[in-house]
């Protein structure tokens, strides 16, 4: 019997359609049902033919969870090894180079330094940063979010400078 297997966080109609609908079919030798994770060992199959991943991108414990699937046989949809580089930025510009129309993206610094790290860690960026080229470049309105996040998780909408200043707030040597 083969096991295709969903991996979600609190999002449930999506991925309850989907076992639904897979086990609807009766596909022959084929069932589906939400992940279950009891423990994790080192190149030991989960016992899925396919994970379609949900919520990794959120809990590195799935995230490495799902490397070890895919390394003993699973197919894993939303690789886990591509989200390293998989990323707002990095995916607009992607799909900039193929011609496919993308807002005009600016990457800017954290306001807070990232675990682990020092002012120094940053000497090699220009400061004050050049807004009013940043604010031209991108126009307004513009959002503001995570490079890396998802699910609308601090995203915020800017009608002007001013508002960008109010909403992040900005010193003004960031």
């Known amino acids: 019997m083969k096991k295709i297997g969903i991996l979600f966080g609190q999002e449930r109609s999506f991925p309850e359609a989907v076992i639904e609908r897979i086990n609807q079919k009766a596909e022959k030798g084929i069932t589906a049902e939400a992940v279950k994770i009891d423990k ?14 949900r919520i990794s991108q959120d809990v590195p414990f799935y995230r490495a969870s799902l490397k070890n699937a895919a390394i003993t046989g699973t197919a894993v949809i939303n690789n ?28 800017i610094p954290s306001r807070e330094h ?14 004050p940063l050049d807004w009013d080229a940043i604010f031209e470049y991108t126009g307004f309105p513009a959002y503001m979010k995570p490079y890396d996040g998802g699910g609308w998780r601090d995203v915020y909408k800017l009608h002007d400078k001013e508002d960008f200043l109010i909403n992040t707030a900005a010193p003004n040597n960031w």
Do not use: C, H, R
């Open 40 to 53: 994790i060992f080192q190149n030991i199959p989960l016992g899925y033919s396919v994970i379609i991943d």
């Open 80 to 107: 886990p090894f591509w989200w390293s580089a998989d990323e707002k930025f990095f995916n607009n510009a992607l799909a900039e180079q193929i011609g496919v129309p993308v807002p005009k993206t600016a990457l």
């Open 114 to 127: 990232p675990t682990g790290t020092t002012g120094e860690s940053f000497s090699n960026l220009t400061m």
